[in-house]
C-alpha cells in the first residue's frame, strides 16, 4: 500500500475574512499600556524595557503610587505629566495597534478600559495556535456524526431536556445549567469520537472514556507558521446587534479586544491520521473542508432565519468564510445543542429558554423590551474602518 492510503501531509493557509481574536487570557487595564487618544493608536510595552525606563529617570517611587492609588489618568497621561513622550521611551514600545473608536467623542476618556489581548509570540507577533482550530474542527465533525447518528441525537436530546427541566425547577442558577450541558457535550463526544479499540500494556483494552482512544488523535495541526511579514492589529470595540420589538439595534458595549484584521493569512502544517479518522468515516482532508463548511452553513441558517432581513449585508460580506474563530463569536458556535434537537421550532425554544437564564439580567435592564420569541437574539459584531462586521470569520484551504 501506499503511504498517502495511511496518511495526507498538507499546507492549510487560513485566511482571516472578519477580525479575529484569539484571546491570550490577559486583560490590559488603563495602566499597563499607552492610548494616545488624540491619535487613536495604543502602543503595547515590553515590560522590562519600561521598568529600567522608570527606573534611570528616577520615576520609580512616583510610578508606584501611580499604579497603586486611585489616580485616574491614562498611562499615557501620567507619562505626559513628566514631560515625556512616546519617542523618549521608544525602546519599550513592544507593539503598536490602531484603536478603531472615538472614546474621546462617546465618553469624554482618554482611556480603552480593559483590554483583552491577541495571543502572540515572545517576539510580539500574533499568530493563531493549532488548538483554536482543532477545537473548530472537533465541534464541526461532532455536528457531522449526529446528523449521521440519529439514535444518539434523539437519546441526547432526551436527555438535556430532562436535565435542564430538573435543574429550571430546581431554580438552579445559570452556571449550574452551563455546567450540565457541558458535561453532556462530554459525554457526547466519548459516545462519537471515542471509538479507538486499544489495549494496554497488560493486552486489557482501554476504557472508552479514556482520551487516547479518541480518533482526534488522527488530526495534528501546528501552530501557524513564522511569518516574516508583520501581522498588524487593532483594538477594536464589542458590538451586539439585538431584536427590540421586531427591530435590530446595535449596542457598542465598553468591551475592547486586540483583532487580527481581514485579509491576514497563516499557514499550517496539517496531518490526517485516516487509520484514526476512517473510524468516523473521514478519509481525506478535501472530506474534513466539506464538514468545515456544512457546520459553518448550519450556523448561518439559524443566525439568518432571526437577522437576515435586517442585517442581510453582515451576511453578504461572509460568504467566502468556512468557520468561526476565536472570541466574540457567540453562544451557538460553541454548542451543539441546536444540532440535537429533532426540529428547529424545538431547538429554537430551548435555546430561548437557555438564553432567558443566561440574560435575565440583560433582559430586566432593558424594561423587557428585548424580543424573546426568537433565538439566537443577538449578533456578535465589531466596527472596523467604518464598516460593521460579523467576529470571527475565517477561511481554511489546502495549499494546492
Not at 495597534?97 to 510580539?124: E, F, P
Not at 455546567?179 to 459525554?187: K, L, V
Not at 488530526?219 to 498588524?232: L, V
Not at 435575565?360 to 424594561?367: G, I, M, Q, T, Y
Request: glycine letters at 4%.
Amino acid at each position: 500500500m501506499r503511504n498517502n492510503d495511511f496518511q495526507e501531509n498538507c499546507r492549510l493557509t487560513l485566511k482571516i475574512i472578519t477580525p479575529v481574536n484569539i484571546a491570550d487570557n490577559t486583560k490590559l487595564n488603563s495602566k499597563e499600556y499607552l492610548y494616545d487618544a488624540k491619535k487613536g493608536e495604543l502602543y503595547f510595552l515590553n515590560q522590562i524595557a519600561w521598568h529600567r525606563f522608570i527606573f534611570t529617570k528616577n520615576l520609580l517611587s512616583d510610578y508606584e503610587k501611580y499604579m497603586t492609588g486611585y489616580d485616574k489618568r491614562s498611562l499615557y497621561e501620567w507619562l505626559q505629566s513628566y514631560g515625556y513622550s512616546i519617542d523618549d521611551i521608544k525602546p519599550a514600545i513592544m507593539a503598536k495597534a490602531a484603536a478603531h473608536v472615538n472614546v474621546m467623542r462617546q465618553t469624554g476618556k482618554k482611556t480603552l478600559n480593559d483590554i483583552i489581548t491577541q495571543t502572540k509570540t515572545v517576539s510580539g507577533a500574533a499568530y493563531i495556535p493549532g488548538s483554536s482550530l482543532k477545537g473548530v474542527i472537533r465541534t464541526s465533525i461532532l455536528y457531522n456524526l449526529l446528523n449521521k447518528n440519529k439514535s444518539i441525537q434523539g437519546k441526547y436530546w432526551y436527555n438535556v431536556k430532562n436535565d435542564f427541566a430538573a435543574a429550571k425547577a430546581k431554580r438552579f442558577y445559570a452556571s449550574k445549567i452551563n455546567n450540565i450541558i457541558g458535561r453532556i457535550a462530554a459525554q457526547l463526544e466519548t459516545d462519537l469520537l471515542h471509538k479507538l479499540n486499544l489495549h494496554d500494556e497488560k493486552d486489557k483494552p482501554i476504557k472508552s472514556n479514556n482520551a487516547v482512544c479518541s480518533v482526534m488523535r488522527g488530526i495534528s495541526i501546528s501552530d501557524s507558521e513564522y511569518m516574516t511579514e508583520t501581522i498588524p492589529t487593532a483594538i477594536l470595540q464589542k458590538v451586539d446587534y439585538s431584536l427590540i420589538n421586531g427591530k435590530v439595534k446595535d449596542h457598542p458595549l465598553p468591551i475592547f479586544r486586540e483583532c487580527i484584521l481581514p485579509s491576514a493569512q497563516f499557514a499550517f502544517q496539517f496531518k490526517l491520521d485516516k487509520t484514526m479518522t476512517r473510524e468516523i468515516g473521514i478519509n481525506s482532508v478535501d472530506e474534513l473542508l466539506k464538514i468545515l463548511q456544512d457546520y459553518f452553513d448550519f450556523i448561518n441558517s439559524i443566525l439568518k432565519e432571526a437577522f437576515g432581513r435586517e442585517c442581510s449585508a453582515l451576511f453578504d460580506n461572509i460568504t467566502e468564510g468556512n468557520i468561526y474563530l476565536g472570541s466574540n463569536t457567540g453562544f451557538l458556535h460553541k454548542t451543539l445543542v441546536m444540532a440535537l434537537a429533532p426540529s428547529r421550532r424545538e431547538a429554537v425554544n430551548f435555546v430561548r429558554d437557555i438564553l432567558d437564564i443566561n440574560f435575565s439580567n440583560e433582559r430586566n435592564k432593558h424594561d423587557g423590551r428585548k424580543d424573546t420569541k426568537i433565538s439566537p437574539r443577538t449578533l456578535k459584531a465589531t466596527r472596523y474602518n467604518g464598516k460593521t462586521m460579523l467576529m470571527g470569520v475565517g477561511r481554511i484551504y489546502k495549499n494546492e
